[in-house]
């Protein structure tokens, strides 16, 4: 039960409170501590490791403190993300509970930490008895937990270890400091992306924003796998936003992305698909520079060809007196999702030659989403399968961003 005068509101005003100056190693024990006024003998947070294969346990102060002195901090709690009931709860982003034992012990409760629409990792919960109301309190406190993750993320280099299982090279290092959070979305779109090889990338870049009713989308894929091709990636980032934000349209930012590498990393080529989904009329503008096409998914199927447009060249060729790339236009449904992918997902090659492919992309999407998955759970399986099929060895950047637009969901 909870203790006396602990209400619901009272617990995560304080939690609230505290953690505005809270350092994220001491996450662990205020989470606890507000488990126990609500109710619980246990409350304990695991994140989602990088590439999403496991659900780590936040350390302990003392893990924390060894942590950040490179000292290890041992071996953290890790639950396998497509073998747990942990896992369960984080991929269908529902809360699970633990079968009752036999003796009447304390049931345990797996509730996802999701900011927003973008899934963090889960909240263990354990009790006695966990009921509905219970259950409703955790919810509460887990939402909480996401918020905190994610403001403290950012600067922490303990919740950065926590979620790594090896070391970074120093070009991927570059990137990901760029790159915005995997999922966003509002009761009207969701978009998500993943990106491998996580620890190692060097090239591949994607960014999605909102701005009132429209969801910017960008996928990029700079030349190489070096150090300035993660210099490419970032530079051209910030020349979109940049150019967005100060009101430009999607030639603009073309144009600058051009202008930025012609002057500050010349000889690097980068393809593209940059565009604005107006979430209020479905209305998609887009550029391809030298990229694959996108591909539209309606009713589970691929609309064969639908956003198939003659492809301008790939940016970084201001020299040579190419115009500014034409805008397209293509009107979407309601329900229907595009799918973008730089050309190291579909020339994966496995041991023996062959190729994963276009069609086999579609399909793996499909099957994913007719079973209801949400869409960061569709991508995370799809990453997984290039995986496997090139034997964890990608010979060069996969990056897929799924965006679905669905007026009208609450």
Known sequence: M???????GTVLADVLASAHRLAPRAIPLLVADAGRRLGLTGARVYVADLQQQGLVALPTPEQASRLAAGEGAGELETLPVDNSLAGHAYRTETVRLS????????RTGWVPVVDGIGRMGVLRVTA?????????RCEALAGLVAMILATKQPFSDVLAQTTRTRSMRLQAELLWAF???RTIGTAAVTSSAVLEPAYEVGGDAYDHSLAGDLLHLSLL???GHDLASGGCSAAALAASRSTRRAGGGLDDVAVEIDRTLERWIPERLLTCVIGDLDTATGRLRWINCGHPAPLLIRDRHIVTGALDRAPHPPLGLTGYGIAAPPVHTAQLQPGDRLLL???GVTDARSVTG?????????????????????APEALRRLIQDILVHQDQRLSDDATILLAEWHPGRR
Not at 99 to 106: K, L, N, V
Not at 128 to 136: F, K, Q, R
């Open 179 to 181: 790159l915005p959070p």
């Open 221 to 223: 894929d700079a030349m």
């Open 2 to 8: 909870p203790a006396d005068g602990d209400t619901l």
């Open 99 to 106: 079968r009752p034992d036999s003796d009447g012990g304390e």
């Open 354 to 374: 062959d190729l994963f492919g276009e069609q086999r992309l579609a399909d793996i999407v499909v099957r994913a989403l007719a079973e209801g998955l949400p």
């Open 128 to 136: 006695p008895e966990l009921d509905a109301s219970l259950l409703h």
């Open 341 to 343: 992918f730089t050309d």
